[in-house]
């Protein structure tokens, strides 16, 4: 990532117009009062029904045309004419679920109004950007002003494992994209600044289920039976042992589980015990193998203690692997606007994101989104009950993107 300059790398040498600046206050306002709106009524994946009409709506107030997805949540909406076979469009990617956990924030005007749900993960902070730079960008398209056509995909179901990816690109999201770009909320980085790498920044993540069953018995008499009890505590501790040795250390394959269930009485050996958690890799090609070595893991660590095994090993996503063009176009776009200071380097994180689906047909990027109050010292972390963004990271999202459509047209043409 370059660092030579704050000049700004678009108009210097050219005869452009100067990038859009900062947002009116009106827009600014509104951006706002729409992303709490939305985090006072988060929808988990699939049913997000009224965050889609809401997008909708605002959409087509600006003289937009959104196409709902079939699925009847999440919306495709073009601005600009689209020839599917020029690959000549930009696609601004933006999740809109919720997380199925309940808001802890005690002193919050906006917190969430339906009980057990939460915009833990920033989602709402996501949509409003990109309607924000669709807003944006269809005033220039108005004018004249948009060099290339955009594609705003507001998706469903991100949270929900393979996740909804796939179902908007069977839509049609990803017909004559070129290139797409996308945001994720990151506590750890200040509001105003962006995170960026090349290469992974995501991991892949799958989801396991396990079902073992034995004859049950007394806790008197565990040699005569089954001790399942000790056998979920053994597949527990020992599977992840196992799936480590056989793998190479740095490819970061963990087995982490989040749920056990098995037994109901102090005295009674149970017949039935149900294990689940989740398979996360950094590396994409241990990824592949993953499924046969956890399988057979459980399968060994389950016979030798005479249990039988039923599992569920569901495919979630592979790593985000962010193009090194796309990411110099992130920097460049977000320098421009903010200086050079407003980039920084991010670590590859063990979360899970589905917009590695669609980095499996086009190149694009994701950029950690800043979003703690500058100053504070408090760790915060994603999918946690009192999770909040400093808003001011909004309008660094707008800017962000809509710089980025607009420098990646400049420069492909000069």
């Known amino acids: 990532m370059s660092r030579e300059s704050e000049a700004d790398p678009v108009t210097a040498g050219h005869a452009h117009a100067p990038l859009p600046g900062a947002l009116p206050e009106a827009l600014r306002a509104e951006l706002v009062a729409f992303r709490r709106d939305l985090h006072m009524h988060p929808e988990l994946g699939n049913q997000e029904f009224r965050t889609t009409a809401a997008i909708k709506a605002r959409l087509e107030k600006a003289g937009l045309r959104p196409r709902v997805l079939s699925g009847g ?17 930009m696609a601004l990617r933006a999740d809109i679920d919720a997380l199925p956990i309940p808001d802890t924030k005690s002193d919050c005007a906006y917190r969430s109004t339906v009980p057990d749900r939460a915009h833990a993960c920033g989602h709402d902070v996501h949509t409003t950007v990109v309607l924000g730079a669709g807003l944006v960008m269809a005033e220039l398209y108005r004018d004249g002003l948009l060099p290339r056509p955009v594609r705003l995909i507001f998706q469903p179901a991100e949270e929900v494992l393979p996740g909804g990816a796939a179902d908007a690109i069977a839509c049609g999201a990803l017909d004559g994209v070129g290139r797409i770009i996308a945001v994720h909320c990151d506590p750890r980085v200040d509001a105003g600044r962006i995170g960026l790498r090349v290469g992974p920044i995501t991991s892949a993540c799958d989801r396991l289920e396990i079902s073992l069953e034995g004859p049950g018995g007394h806790t008197a008499r565990p040699h005569l039976t089954t001790d399942l009890v000790t056998a979920a505590a053994r597949v527990v501790t020992d599977v992840p042992a196992l799936v480590g040795r056989r793998v190479d250390t740095r490819a970061g394959l963990a087995v982490t589980w989040g749920r056990i269930d098995c037994g109901h009485a102090p005295n009674v050996i149970p017949q039935h015990a149900e294990l689940s958690g989740t398979v996360r890799c950094l590396d ?36 985000v692997v962010n193009d090194a063009e796309v990411v110099d176009l992130l920097d460049s776009a977000m320098t421009a606007r903010r200086g050079a200071d407003s980039v920084e380097s991010t670590e590859q994180s063990l979360g899970g994101e589905d917009f590695s689906w669609y980095l499996e047909h086009v190149p694009g990027a ?22 909040d963004a400093d808003e001011s990271a909004i309008q660094v999202g707008v800017e962000l993107f809509t710089a980025a459509v607009l420098l990646d047209a400049r420069t492909r043409t000069a």
């Not at 999440?74 to 600009?80: K, S, V």
């Not at 039988?308 to 996503?317: A, C, D, F, L, Q």
């Not at 989104?369 to 009950?385: A, I, K």
């Open 284 to 319: 994409i090609d241990a990824w592949r193998l993953a499924p046969d070595m956890v399988v057979a893991a459980i399968d060994e660590v389950a016979n030798l203690h005479r249990a039988k095994s039923e599992i569920n090993y569901v495919r979630g996503v592979p790593p």
């Open 73 to 89: 949540t999440g919306l495709i909406c073009d601005i600009g004419d689209v020839d599917p076979a020029t690959g000549s469009v």
């Open 366 to 387: 994701m950029a950690r989104l800043g979003v703690r109050p500058p100053g504070e010292r408090t760790v915060r972390d994603l999918h946690q009950g009192d999770f």
